[in-house]
C-alpha cells in the first residue's frame, strides 16, 4: 500500500514538471507573438514616422533652394535636419540623419528648360526599444528609410517649343503652313524650323527651302513638297496644339479692355511710330501701306476685321517691349471665339497680314496672332524677320524670298517658376 502511494506520487511530480516545461514553452510563443503584435506594429508605426519625416525634410530643403539658388550646402543640410528634427528624428541616441546633395549642372537636362537645380537626399536611421521582444533577446529594432528631392530654378520656355514658323490650324487638308500652288518661293530659316499643326504643303520643284539648324519641317499631319530632309518630322501626332485652348492658355492680359491696371496705350495722333508702351490698335487698316515703326512697343491689336497689305510700300520696323507680360511682343491679336478663323490660305479672310517687298526692314519680337493669315511674300534683306511668326495659317501665296532668323532671346518666352518635386 505504502509503495502504491509513493509511486503515485512520483508520477504526479513527473506530470507536474512536464506541464512547467510545457506552460514555459507556451509562455515564451506567447511573448514572441505580443512581440510580432507589439513591438511589430511600435516598429511599422515609427518607420511610417520617418519615412514621412524624410519626405518633408527633403522637401523642405529643395523649397530652401528654389526660395535662394545661392544658398550654400551647409545651409541646405541644416534645413533638411531642422525639419526631421521638428518631426522627432534629430540624430541622437535613437535616430541617425543623413544628407546628401547634388548639383544638377545648367544645362544638363536635369531641370526643365536645362536649368540648374539641387537633387537632396534624406536618409534616417531610427530604433525603437522592444517591450515583449527582450524576451528573445531583441531589446531595439531598427530601420531605414530615404526621400530624395528635387529643386529646379526658374526658367522661360519659348512659345510652342520655339518654332520660328508655327501655324495653328488642325486642319489634315486645308495645311496650316502652305506656299500656295502659284509664284515662286525661296525661304531661309535660321535657328529654329517651322511648326504646322495639321499638313504642311510646299509647291513642288519651284519651292526652295533651306533651314540653318538641325530642326526643320515638324507636322502633326503629313509634310509635302519639301526637300528630303532628314530631319522633317511629319505624322507627329504627339506634339499637337489643343487649339483653341493651349492658345487661350498663353495669350496675355487685355491691356486694352478698361479694366483697372491696363497699360494699353492710345495710338499716335500722327505718324505710326511707337514708342515704349503697349499700344492698343482698333483700326490696324490705317497703317496700310506705311512704316510701323516700334521703339520697345508692342501693337496689341483690338480689330476683329483687317487685311493689311503693304504690297511694297511700307513694312514692320523696329523694337518690341523689353519686360513685362508684353516683353518680346512685336504685335499680339488676341483670340475672339465670336470669329472664324482664317478658313483656307487663298480665300478672303477676316484676318490677314501680307508682307510684300519689305527688303529694307528689320523687326525683331513675336507676332502671335492665333486667328490670322499670315503671307509673307518677299523681305530680302538677310535681316528682315528676326521673329517668331505665329498664326492660323501661315506661307506665301506668291513670289517671295523669305528669310527668318529665330533668336528666342529676341522673341517672347513665357516664365516657368521654381518647382520642387519628391523623387522617392
Not at 487661350?248 to 483697372?260: E, F, K, L, Q, R
Not at 511707337?274 to 480689330?303: H, K, P
Amino acid at each position: 500500500m505504502i509503495k502504491g502511494v509513493v509511486h503515485l506520487m512520483k508520477n504526479k511530480s513527473r506530470e507536474n514538471g512536464q506541464a512547467l516545461i510545457i506552460i514555459a514553452f507556451a509562455a515564451t510563443g506567447l511573448f514572441a507573438f505580443a512581440a510580432l503584435a507589439i513591438d511589430g506594429s511600435m516598429a511599422f508605426s515609427n518607420k511610417r514616422q520617418s519615412q514621412n519625416a524624410a519626405d518633408t525634410a527633403a522637401l523642405a530643403a529643395a523649397l530652401s533652394y528654389i526660395r535662394d539658388n545661392s544658398i550654400t550646402l551647409s545651409d541646405l543640410t541644416t534645413a533638411a535636419q531642422n525639419r526631421a528634427t521638428s518631426n522627432g528624428f534629430d540624430n541622437g541616441e535613437m535616430s541617425d540623419v543623413s544628407v546628401t546633395v547634388v548639383d544638377i549642372a545648367l544645362g544638363s537636362g536635369g531641370c526643365p528648360g536645362d536649368t540648374a537645380g539641387k537633387e537632396i537626399t534624406v536618409t534616417i536611421v531610427s530604433r525603437v526599444n522592444t517591450t515583449f521582444a527582450r524576451v528573445i533577446g531583441r531589446n531595439q529594432l531598427s530601420s531605414a528609410v530615404t526621400a530624395t528631392s528635387r529643386g529646379c530654378g526658374y526658367y522661360k520656355a519659348s512659345l510652342f517649343n520655339g518654332n520660328a514658323v508655327v501655324g495653328l490650324n488642325p486642319s489634315t487638308t486645308n495645311c496650316s503652313f502652305d506656299t500656295g500652288n502659284s509664284g515662286s518661293v525661296t525661304w531661309q530659316v535660321e535657328g529654329s524650323g517651322i511648326f504646322s499643326n495639321g499638313c504642311a504643303f510646299s509647291k513642288n520643284q519651284d519651292d526652295v527651302f533651306e533651314f540653318i539648324g538641325s530642326n526643320c519641317v515638324n507636322a502633326v499631319g503629313a509634310v509635302s513638297g519639301f526637300p528630303d530632309e532628314d530631319c522633317i518630322n511629319d505624322n507627329a501626332a504627339s506634339e499637337a496644339i489643343n487649339y483653341p485652348d493651349d492658345v487661350i492658355a498663353i495669350m496675355p492680359p487685355n491691356p486694352c479692355d478698361g479694366t483697372p491696371g491696363d497699360v494699353g496705350l492710345p495710338p499716335p495722333v500722327s505718324g505710326s511710330t511707337f514708342t515704349n508702351g503697349v499700344f492698343c490698335i482698333s483700326d490696324l487698316d490705317a497703317y496700310n501701306q506705311e512704316d510701323i515703326i516700334l521703339n520697345n512697343a508692342t501693337l496689341y491689336v483690338t480689330d476683329p476685321v483687317f487685311d493689311l497689305r503693304f504690297a511694297g510700300g511700307g513694312g514692320l520696323y523696329g523694337t518690341a517691349t523689353q519686360g513685362g507680360d508684353f516683353d518680346d511682343y512685336y504685335m499680339v491679336v488676341p483670340y475672339d471665339s465670336s470669329l472664324t478663323p482664317c478658313p483656307t490660305f487663298t480665300s478672303n479672310s477676316t484676318q490677314v497680314i501680307e508682307w510684300r517687298g519689305n527688303g529694307a526692314g528689320t523687326f525683331t519680337g513675336t507676332i502671335l496672332a492665333p486667328m490670322a493669315c499670315l503671307d509673307l511674300r518677299g523681305n530680302a534683306d538677310q535681316t528682315a524677320i528676326n521673329s517668331q511668326v505665329i498664326g492660323y495659317i501661315v506661307g506665301s501665296n506668291g513670289n517671295a524670298n523669305v528669310y527668318v532668323s529665330y533668336d528666342p532671346d529676341q522673341n517672347h518666352q513665357n516664365p516657368v517658376y521654381p518647382a520642387i518635386t519628391l523623387l522617392k
